[in-house]
Every structure is written in C-alpha cells, then in structure tokens.
C-alpha cells in the first residue's frame, strides 16, 4: 500500500513509542497506515484499527503482502472497542499505543464522503459509513439541538442564528448547501480569512461520529491495555480534542487539582498510572511546509506506570 498521504509528526511519535524489534504496539487509527508502517520497520508487531472500511479495505491489500506470519493485524473496530477486540486476538497487554485523532485527509479529500465543503458532495461525513448522516441530523434535529452541536464541538458563538436558517433551509442534501447556509448566516465576504463553515463542519463532524466520546473512551482503554513502562503518543488537531487528552494525563499522573489554589500542586506519585508526561509538541516549520495539516497538530506522549488500574476506568 503506497500511503497517500505524510503522517503528521511521525518522527516525534516514533521517538515517544520508542518501538523495539518484537514488541506489540497498538495504531488506534490505522488511516492511511504511515504510523503502522514506520512500527513494522522497526521490527514490532502492530495491531491497527479503523472504523472506516475503506481503510481496512485498502490494509488488507498491503497486509497479504506481508511475511507469514503477520506483524500487521487490522481490527475493523471503533478504538473505543481495542480491549474487547484485543481479546478476542489473544492480546491482553501492548508496549505502545498511539492515536492521531479526528478526520484523516483521504476523508477530507473524498468529496463523497461529505466531509468538505472545498468540493461539492453527499452531506455524509460517517467515518464508519454506517449510521445516521449529518444530512440526517441537520435535516431531522430541533433547532435547539443544532445550536447546542455547533456551540459545544465548532465553538460558534452565533450558533443560535446559523441553526435557525439550517432548519429554515431544509432539506439540505449537500456539502455545498449546508456551506452556503453557513455562510448566507453569518455574512461571510470571499476572501476572508477562515471561512465561518470550518466551524459549523467540525461541529457536525464530532457529532455524527461521537468523536470525544470515542477520545475519552479510547484514553480508557490505552490505561487498561498499557503494560508497565508501555508508552502512549496521542496526536491532535484542535483544542476540544487536545483540552481532553490534557485533561487525562494530568489525572492518570496524580496531578489532579486539589487544595488551595495558592499552593503549588504536587503529583501523588504513589497514585499515578502513568509518568513522564510530555509538554505539548508542535510540528516544526519545516514540517508545516512540507505537509500544512500539521500545522494545526499536538503531540502528547505519556509513559505506563506499574500501578493498578484507576477505578474510575
């Protein structure tokens, strides 16, 4: 399989996963397999998953060209599923797990998944290809719950007011007219720097395909599935969904805010699941040149500790 498209910060996530030859290391979202296929040069085994069935499709064709056996597994599964599946493999603990978060860019580049507004197409945007569509929420929702999504998942301040000509629109079947509604409410100028629909389209994105649930689950499940000294990388495109990974490594390493704000916060190490928490990590210049999709990405890494699972998990 010839990927189609530059991995974002691979270099930096190869350096956090800090694979060895023989090791078993998780790729949460297979996509276009550019993570998967610098981890199988190094030697490891990789479990790999997606619930686009367009990219298993495509990792099959490149698996059964692979040594037998197989160091490249695929799990046509949700990541929020990776223990359950994982078992059913016979794989109870990993050595590494990583997450590159959201839409891929041969999602972004199908214009009939629906994912864009840069080419005209079916409003669809289901990762899974199954399932209700964002055709089928705008054109079915109340308008309270359309303002709410665009509020909480595209932080649209005028939420109330794009939802209110979505439901006067209806029916909308395409990427182009939700676009134009977007754009028709909120007065947009060609030529403006962002155009107002990005945040409408992320909203209802993260919706249709539950994308923070998934996140939160899937943070659950690299807890569970981590061995000890097992490394996590978790790559993201946008601040609700870094805010969350965040959010996460602060509590699972014992530094969850207590007491007294003037008081400097000490981590519970005796606590803690995992260590080693990275700061936030930003593509270089020159990597933004090369591939401008990661202008916009983080890299969090963390490593597992050998204490118990938390029972919050």
Same mark, same amino acid.
């Given at each position: 399989?010839?990927?189609?498209?530059?991995?974002?910060?691979?270099?930096?996530?190869?350096?956090?996963?800090?694979?060895?030859?023989?090791?078993?290391?998780?790729?949460?979202?297979?996509?276009?397999?550019?993570?998967?296929?610098?981890?199988?040069?190094?030697?490891?085994?990789?479990?790999?998953?997606?619930?686009?069935?367009?990219?298993?499709?495509?990792?099959?064709?490149?698996?059964?060209?692979?040594?037998?056996?197989?160091?490249?597994?695929?799990?046509?599964?949700?990541?929020?599923?990776?223990?359950?599946?994982?078992?059913?493999?016979?794989?109870?603990?990993?050595?590494?797990?990583?997450?590159?978060?959201?839409?891929?860019?041969?999602?972004?580049?199908?214009?009939?998944?629906?994912?864009?507004?840069?080419?005209?197409?079916?409003?669809?945007?289901?990762?899974?290809?199954?399932?209700?569509?964002?055709?089928?929420?705008?054109?079915?929702?109340?308008?309270?719950?359309?303002?709410?999504?665009?509020?909480?998942?595209?932080?649209?301040?005028?939420?109330?007011?794009?939802?209110?000509?979505?439901?006067?629109?209806?029916?909308?079947?395409?990427?182009?007219?939700?676009?134009?509604?977007?754009?028709?409410?909120?007065?947009?100028?060609?030529?403006?720097?962002?155009?107002?629909?990005?945040?409408?389209?992320?909203?209802?994105?993260?919706?249709?395909?539950?994308?923070?649930?998934?996140?939160?689950?899937?943070?659950?499940?690299?807890?569970?599935? +981590?061995? =000890?000294?097992?490394?996590? @990388? #978790?790559? /993201?495109?946008? %601040?609700?969904?870094? $805010?969350?990974?965040?959010?996460?490594?602060?509590?699972?390493?014992?530094?969850?805010?207590?007491?007294?704000?003037?008081?400097? +916060?000490? =981590?519970?190490?005796?606590? @803690? #699941?995992? /260590?080693?928490? %990275?700061?936030?990590? $930003?593509?270089?210049?020159?990597?933004?040149?090369?591939?401008?999709?990661?202008?916009?990405?983080?890299?969090?890494?963390?490593?597992?500790?050998?204490?118990?699972?938390?029972? #919050?998990?």
């Amino acid at each position: 399989m010839n990927a189609p498209h530059i991995p974002v910060l691979l270099d930096e996530v190869i350096a956090a996963l800090a694979p060895q030859p023989g090791e078993v290391m998780v790729d949460a979202t297979f996509g276009a397999g550019g993570y998967t296929r610098a981890l199988l040069d190094t030697g490891a085994t990789v479990h790999a998953f997606d619930r686009d069935p367009d990219a298993i499709s495509a990792g099959r064709e490149w698996a059964e060209t692979q040594e037998n056996p197989p160091r490249l597994v695929l799990h046509a599964r949700r990541f929020s599923e990776m223990v359950e599946s994982l078992g059913e493999a016979g794989v109870e603990r990993v050595d590494g797990l990583t997450m590159d978060i959201g839409v891929s860019s041969m999602q972004l580049d199908q214009a009939g998944r629906g994912f864009a507004f840069s080419q005209d197409g079916p409003l669809d945007m289901r990762m899974s290809q199954e399932g209700d569509s964002a055709a089928d929420f705008l054109n079915t929702a109340d308008e309270s719950d359309i303002a709410d999504v665009l509020f909480q998942y595209g932080e649209e301040r005028q939420s109330r007011r794009v939802a209110r000509a979505v439901v006067a629109a209806r029916p909308l079947e395409t990427t182009a007219q939700f676009a134009h509604v977007v754009r028709k409410a909120l007065g947009y100028r060609p030529g403006a720097p962002k155009d107002p629909a990005t945040r409408s389209f992320q909203a209802v994105r993260i919706h249709v395909n539950a994308e923070l649930e998934e996140l939160d689950a899937g943070l659950r499940a690299a807890e569970r599935l +981590l061995c =000890p000294e097992g490394r996590l @990388a #978790v790559v /993201s495109f946008h %601040s609700l969904e870094d $805010r969350i990974v965040k959010r996460f490594l602060r509590e699972a390493s014992g530094g969850n805010a207590r007491g007294s704000r003037h008081m400097p +916060l000490m =981590p519970d190490q005796n606590n @803690a #699941v995992f /260590s080693d928490v %990275s700061k936030a990590i $930003r593509a270089t210049d020159q990597e933004i040149d090369r591939n401008p999709r990661s202008r916009s990405a983080t890299l969090r890494s963390a490593r597992r500790t050998s204490a118990p699972l938390r029972e #919050v998990v």
